[in-house]
């Protein structure tokens, strides 16, 4: 943690000396020297259904709220800052350039303005907060293009030609690159072959050069990822991409998180993980939803994270279902740690 000297300005317009916290350590991706886990947010869709925006009513899931509703995206990404997220996604994993084209008559320019867009809200949820928090831009897999749930199985790696796949990553993450963030996050990836196609684009494009990634694989067990790879032969193959700064794991059962990490910290080439599961719920690909009601295995995740930071994980968070309370609870987990 660096301090450094400023000036702010009041409200009535006097301004005095700040200081203020610039932490080197995060903005240069060096997750190994930090000291204590960050604290990333949950489920965007999920706070924003909690307040009554029916995400699947949307042709676009959680980004319509971007264009519809901007006020209640900054409000989510506030509401997770409040409960002790210090690392936010943009709402831009369902913003598929192809299907706001198709849905919503855009250009192809209006879709990557509305991305822009998406970030900025982040920008400014994190602008306003009393502490640092990071902004890290959320790029989806190719299932969101598809929009039926497929990246909970990745049967389309098979019957999608490889190069619809890279050109769908290629237009996201120029979009989203331009809005020149440090950190990106390639999230829900359900295969290790699909991994390969996105960061063979990754590092393929300019701008991607000097930014940070972390790339994210949804599991569905204790050892596989929701494609039927091995995790940590998925970990083995992506650590080895010099573009790859972390290795995630997201909307995976909470009870897997441990085992899977446990099993692929040896392969990850020294390298950091991320982890942020779903609240305990199997989704249903058919139904396109979460069984509600299903165990809440969420409190064995906040047990597991002292031992998981022993094993180099760095920032804990949520995916699907998991909203304000649940971060509140790994931040006070994460606090505990600190004395
Ligand atoms: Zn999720």
Request: charged share 20%; with cysteine.
């Amino acid at each position: 943690m660096t301090l450094y000297f400023g000036w702010s300005l009041r409200a009535d317009g006097v301004s005095f000396p700040s200081v203020q916290r610039l932490d080197l350590r995060f903005a240069t991706m060096d997750l190994s020297s930090f000291e204590y886990p960050y604290v990333l947010d949950g489920g965007h869709g999920t706070a924003l259904q909690n307040i009554g925006i029916n995400v699947h009513e949307h042709p676009l899931w959680s980004f319509d709220t971007v264009i519809d509703n901007p006020k209640a995206c900054l409000d989510v990404h506030k509401g997770f800052i409040d409960a002790g997220a210090n690392v936010i996604l943009t709402n831009t994993y369902h913003a598929s350039i192809e299907v706001l084209q198709a849905c919503r008559n855009m250009t192809k320019d209006a879709a990557a303005s509305a991305i822009a867009q998406a970030v900025d809200l982040a920008k400014k949820a994190a602008n306003e907060a009393h502490g640092e928090v990071h902004v890290v831009g959320s790029i989806g897999p190719y299932a969101i293009v598809r929009r039926d749930g497929s990246e909970y199985n990745g049967s389309y790696v098979d019957t999608t030609p490889r190069q619809v796949i890279a050109n769908y990553y290629k237009d996201q993450m120029a979009a989203i690159l331009a809005t020149d963030l440090q950190w990106y996050a390639l999230e829900t990836i359900p295969r290790v072959d699909e991994a390969r196609i996105a960061l063979e684009v990754w590092e393929s494009l300019e701008a991607a050069k000097d930014k940070k990634l972390w790339l994210s694989f949804n599991c569905q067990d204790s050892q596989r990822t929701c494609g039927n790879d091995m995790f940590s032969e998925a970990v083995k193959t992506i650590s080895s991409y010099g573009s790859v700064t972390a290795i995630g794991i997201n909307c995976t059962l909470p009870q897997y998180i441990a085992p899977l990490v446990r099993s692929a910290t040896a392969e990850a080439n020294g390298k950091p993980f991320v982890v942020y599961p779903n609240h305990g719920e199997v989704y249903n690909i058919e139904q396109q939803k979460f069984e509600v009601g299903s165990d809440d295995t969420f409190p064995i995740f906040l047990k597991d994270i002292p031992s998981l930071w022993r094993h180099n994980v760095r920032i804990f968070g949520g995916c699907c279902r998991v909203n304000y309370e649940h971060i509140d609870q790994i931040t006070k987990a994460v606090e505990t740690m600190k004395h």
